[in-house]
């Protein structure tokens, strides 16, 4: 197992220093950790992984922080739900 400098598993800067090594070896530009977790909800949501279950994943407190944060990438949109909801309308009795 790597253990840093300081003796713990992972030591940020070190992490970092691998990271821009490994990004300059590749010869490709930096992406950061961040971006990268985004990039992981946005292929979850693209792959059909449900909001609570995207939730869990990302290691949210609630259910409230993924859909604020990722609810835009979910799929339909107000005017689908409207037309789906007159469509409803249209055949209720």
């Known amino acids: 197992m790597f253990t840093s400098k300081s003796g713990r598993p992972f030591d940020s800067a070190g992490l970092a ?5 490994a990004w300059a070896t590749a ?22 992984i449900n909001a ?25 949109n107000e005017r689908e739900a409207a037309n789906l909801l007159d469509q409803w309308l249209a055949t209720a009795d």
């Open 17 to 21: 220093t691998r990271a821009k090594k």
């Open 27 to 48: 010869g490709l530009e930096p992406v950061g950790l961040h971006d990268c977790r985004h990039t992981y909800a946005a292929f979850m949501i693209a792959a059909g």
């Open 52 to 76: 609570k279950a995207l939730c869990t994943y990302m290691g949210h407190s609630t259910i409230t922080i993924t859909l604020d944060r990722y609810g835009h990438l979910l799929p339909g």
